[in-house]
């Protein structure tokens, strides 16, 4: 079991408030990923949950306990950090072993439990070696086998794949979400990532300056953004927004187009604009259109190899059920 | 090959300097530990300037070899040596840690706790032997005093009178003697060399992982699990470099054992040899080779022993 509710949690540094009243619950077996801007309050949270901050006032639950007083060792929950945090004198095999060491567990059942998370994580052929030979994500692994031996209540991810090359963070990415299948266990996971959020989560919390700004599944999030921030804040490409004439006929402050929701003509169309950068990708190709009036370009994107380039005049239209408006104050108009 | 032979002159001055300093000496000292070399004899004027012509062989390393003296000065040497090194290293670890936090006053803490360091021996021994230690001017004398007068007054109080009418009088210590000299010796190093560690396990201190510590907590780690675990194998260096530097300062201690009782009891091997200076140059110096051995040996034990019990 491993509900995690926060009630009212608040967070000074001094007189900074960096988490104002917040409430938040993530069900049992939840793949929750927190996301948000650098500096947004993302690890502070972490940080509050696991019990290694703090709260200034409000309360944290698990399973309906209270344990805003408990210490961190005796809520249930295992971290993984971004630094790998790994002992640097021990082996892996002693590294893995340490939380169990600690619960004073008899050393023939230790060593049973190391090898198995070692051989799930594959790590059984670097057992005798000391993190410092190992690269890192094979660190990363050992970070993680020493998290789940102790089969906590939840697991606390703060940005674990950040320090690795692209290619190791899409396998990494995929052991963590099969590891989520396999344990059921809920997981809590910070990352600044669009792709890890939107592949991973059962559910996504936008984060801004502390303050919630939405909850909710990856497809809710991305075809129905609450205000301007989530929808600037989802997707990758960035969704378009658009003030002035084209959202004011439409009733709104703001119009927001997905990239893919708007259609490309060489004849007509509501916006004229001029092509600037054409990325090919193979399966897409971005074109990045300058329009007159509009200060940032619109990036649109067309299936397959298009026949564009530097400088064509294109007529931009967008599909008007796929439109998003936010009025003044940033919130969704329906 | 061309281009290294200008860097290679370049550097040749420093290297044939600093194999001057250090062989000239070496290779004197093991010529006159191998032959008979005195400053003063009446009978045998010939022994009185070195010469190969007293060729004796091992002669001289047989002759300390057999001496008494020579084994208790070996023997003063160690004690002296592990006591100090073991309460610097312990003193100076629990000092690091009690001190590597934020607290008001740090600064001046940190100044104060340094500051023996900066005193000369000789005078540190002075201080130490007259001022503290003495059994009847210093500290130790005043203290012990004192309590004697303290528990003279209570035997007569009402109550507990009877219990401390069994207490006998207590006896200044005097650290001059034969048996409790090194002791004064051990003490008065331990106060100065301290500084040392600490600063040195300090500044190691300050480079260790906060965020290992937090993993530690929540690994379910104590304040005592996280400094056995954590901080004490990260010291495991810091703590080889003081053993280390300390030995080989420490087997040379003279000033102090000079200062305290003139050797009187616990000669260490220096004093020891510098008895012999005063006339048997060939004795000395086969002490002297004997002092190279046992300070290696004492390096290399201490090195392993450090590395084996912290690094796990
Ligand atoms: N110990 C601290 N003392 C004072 N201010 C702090 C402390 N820790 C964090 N802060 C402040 O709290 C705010 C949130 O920090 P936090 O580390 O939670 O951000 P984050 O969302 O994790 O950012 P990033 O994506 O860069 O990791 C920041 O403005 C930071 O300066
Ligand atoms: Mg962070």
Same mark, same amino acid.
């Given at each position: 079991m491993g509900r995690i509710v926060l009630e009212k949690v608040t967070k000074k540094f001094g007189e900074v408030e960096v988490i104002p009243p917040l409430d938040l619950t993530i069900e049992d077996g939840e793949f929750a990923v927190f996301v948000g801007?650098?500096?947004?309050?993302k690890s502070t949270l972490l940080r509050l949950i696991a019990g290694l901050e703090e709260v200034t006032s409000g309360e944290v639950k698990i399973d309906d306990a209270t344990v805003t007083e408990v210490p961190p060792s005796k809520r249930g929950l295992a971290m993984v950090f971004q630094s790998y945090a790994l002992y640097p004198h021990m082996t892996v095999r002693k590294n893995i072993a340490f939380p169990l060491r600690m619960e004073k567990m008899p050393q023939s059942e230790i060593d049973a439990k190391v090898d198995m998370a070692a051989k799930s994580l594959n790590l059984t052929d670097y057992l005798d070696r000391k993190p410092g030979q190992l690269s890192g994500g094979q660190r990363q692994r050992v970070a993680i086998g020493r998290a789940i031996v102790r089969q906590p209540e939840a697991f606390l991810f703060d940005e674990p794949l950040s320090n690795l090359d692209a290619a190791l963070r899409v396998g990494m990415r995929l052991e963590i979400s099969e590891l989520h299948q396999r344990l059921e266990t809920t997981m809590i996971y910070v990352t600044h990532d669009q792709v890890e959020a939107m592949t991973m989560a059962d559910k996504i919390v936008v984060l801004q300056a502390g303050v919630i700004e939405q909850v909710g599944s990856p497809l809710e999030l991305y075809e129905r953004p609450q205000n301007r921030f989530v929808a600037g804040f989802i997707g990758s490409p960035k969704m378009n927004l658009i003030e002035g004439e084209a959202a004011k006929k439409r009733g709104a402050q703001t119009m927001g187009m997905r990239p893919e929701h708007i259609a490309v003509s060489t004849?007509?169309?509501?916006f004229k604009g001029t092509v600037g950068v054409a990325e090919h990708l193979g399966s897409d190709t971005f074109l990045h259109v300058h329009i007159d009036g509009i200060e940032e370009h619109v990036t649109v994107r067309q299936r397959g190899n298009v026949n564009f380039k530097y400088g064509d005049t294109v007529y931009l239209t967008p599909e008007e059920a796929n439109v998003h408006k936010f009025g003044a104050d940033g919130l969704r108009i329906d | 090959m061309a281009n290294r032979t200008i860097p290679r002159l370049l550097q040749t001055p420093a290297v044939v300097l600093l194999l001057f300093w250090m062989l000239v000496p070496l290779s004197m000292t093991l010529f006159f530990s191998f032959i008979r070399y005195v400053l003063n004899n009446l009978r045998r004027p010939e022994w009185t300037s070195p010469s190969i012509e007293n060729w004796r062989g091992f002669g001289n390393y047989q002759y300390v070899w057999n001496q008494d003296s020579f084994w208790l000065a070996i023997q003063n040497s160690i004690l002296i040596v592990t006591s100090i090194l073991f309460l610097t290293v312990i003193l100076g670890v629990a000092i690091a840690v009690l001190i590597n936090r934020s607290f008001p006053g740090l600064g001046i803490v940190r100044v104060l706790l340094i500051s023996?360091?900066?005193?000369?021996p000789a005078v540190n021994a002075v201080l130490w032997i007259n001022?503290?230690?003495?059994?009847?001017?210093?500290l130790q004398g005043i203290a012990v005093n004192g309590i004697n007068e303290i528990i003279a007054g209570l035997?007569?109080?009402?109550?507990v009178g009877g219990f401390f009418s069994l207490w006998p009088e207590f006896e200044p210590i005097s650290f001059r003697a034969t048996q409790t000299s090194a002791y004064a010796v051990i003490m008065m190093v331990t106060w100065q060399w301290t500084p040392f560690a600490v600063l040195i396990f300090m500044t190691s201190l300050q480079s260790e992982d906060q965020q290992q510590k937090e993993a530690a907590t929540l690994d379910g780690a104590g304040r005592w699990n996280q400094f056995r675990f954590l901080t004490l194998p990260h010291l495991g260096r810091p703590i080889a470099i003081v053993v280390m530097i300390q030995a080989i300062f420490h087997l040379s201690l003279y000033a102090e054992i000079e200062i305290v009782?003139?050797? /009187?009891? /616990?000669?260490n091997l220096p004093y020891y040899i510098g008895e012999l200076v005063n006339n048997n140059i060939g004795a000395a110096s086969a002490t002297g080779i004997f002092a190279v051995i046992l300070a290696n040996i004492v390096a290399i034990f201490l090195l392993r022993m450090v590395g084996k019990t912290l690094m796990e």
């Open positions: 801007p650098s500096g947004c309050g004849e007509a169309g509501e | 023996p360091f900066f005193v000369m001022m503290i230690l003495d059994p009847v001017l210093g035997r007569s109080a009402p109550v009782s003139r050797g /009187n009891g /616990n000669k």
